[in-house]
């Protein structure tokens, strides 16, 4: 990421509705992966919002440009982060509910009570305002995972409260970090859990808090697809809000159960799978979607037949618009859809 010959740079589309309330693109660019001072890692961040409910009308249509610092209070932030060989973050909090995924490489986190996952590529996860850490524990490959981060509320146990850790602290750590790292290469921890992928599935891992309010893995298992409408098309819920900002001490079982349809009432994060040659029928909600394309080729199709073509790595910002995902090639497709309750009013 230092030269800057090969940074990253992560294609967005973003959508809009016209005067005639109809889906038409407003921008399709490249958005780089600006690096961090001093680090093998670096970030680029794909869209915000400045509240939540967010609002899709035009006069939010410059918020990729508000100043986003871990999170963006009150709000939404949308990003996707590389790590080089070896790097790891400071321990952190923040104040938010994060859906992520991992898209190249393996990813560990580690939690303050001393647990660590590992992920692979298509695993997904939902950190639920825990303290953790992110490492990267290849010696010569780096790893990229996206995350939609969504304002929380506070964390309240026998009168503590859980407190996001402010942004001198992590930027103190990181120096210190770095001060002290020898070699590029991590030692990667022996307490690990690690599921292997199985066909028809995807990973999900969700973290919690015990009675000690330290942060844990309260779920880590291999999740399907269902298939409400149609059966060349499947969807797997890893989890729901029922409120804005979220939650992060609501029901937990309700929200991990993967056998009831998706309320659109606060936030979501699901995976769309599409069998080869499938088309879905139109959707649209009131909600803005963040897109990534986690595995193989989609092409997005508009109200006025326009088709954008994506791979793998691509991302697509859905401002309540009106829309179908189509899969052209000969494979399956997936992709992870983080959804916010919004209003679409100029």
Not at 85 to 107: C, K, N, Q, W
Not at 145 to 152: D, K, L, N, R, Y
Request: aromatic share 6%.
């Amino acid at each position: 990421m230092k030269n800057k010959q090969s940074v990253t740079q992560i294609l967005r589309v973003v959508t809009q509705q016209n005067s005639s309330g109809k889906s038409v693109l407003h921008s399709v660019v490249k958005v780089p992966v600006k690096s961090w001072p001093a680090a093998d890692a670096g970030d680029a961040i794909i869209w915000s919002t400045p509240m939540v409910p967010a609002d899709n009308s035009d006069r939010d249509l410059k918020k990729d440009r508000n100043k986003v610092g871990m999170t963006l209070e009150n709000g939404s932030v949308f990003r996707v982060t590389e790590l080089g060989p070896g790097f790891e973050t400071p321990m952190h909090r923040t104040l938010s509910i994060d859906y992520g995924v991992v898209l190249a490489g393996e990813l560990e986190t580690e939690l303050d009570s001393g647990e660590v996952a590992r992920f692979s590529k298509g695993d997904v996860f939902v950190h639920r305002g825990t303290n953790h850490l992110w490492r990267n524990p290849s010696g010569d490959t780096k790893c990229m995972f996206a995350v939609c981060m969504i304002e929380s509320k506070e964390i309240n146990h026998d009168g503590k409260t859980l407190r996001p850790t402010p942004v001198w602290k992590i930027v103190i750590s990181s120096l210190w970090s770095m001060l002290k790292k020898s070699g590029n290469t991590l030692p990667s921890k022996s307490n690990l859990k690690f599921h292997k992928a199985n066909a028809g599935q995807i990973r999900k891992v969700i973290t919690a808090h015990n009675n000690d309010l330290k942060a844990v893995i309260v779920y880590d298992k291999h999740v399907g697809f269902r298939n409400p409408h149609n059966e060349q098309a499947g969807v797997a819920k890893i989890w729901q809000t029922s409120d804005l900002p979220a939650s992060n001490t609501h029901d937990f079982e309700k929200a991990v159960t993967n056998n009831d349809e998706v309320q659109l009432t606060g936030s979501s994060f699901v995976i769309l799978e599409l069998k080869p040659g499938v088309i879905t029928e139109k959707l649209i909600s009131e909600t803005i979607d963040y897109c990534i394309i986690i595995e193989g080729e989609v092409d997005l199709i508009l109200d006025n037949g326009e088709s954008t073509s994506l791979k793998t790595g691509d991302t697509v910002v859905q401002r309540g618009t009106s829309h179908a995902w189509r899969n052209p090639g000969q494979e399956i497709n997936r992709i992870a859809i983080s959804s916010i309750k919004a209003t679409n009013k100029n």
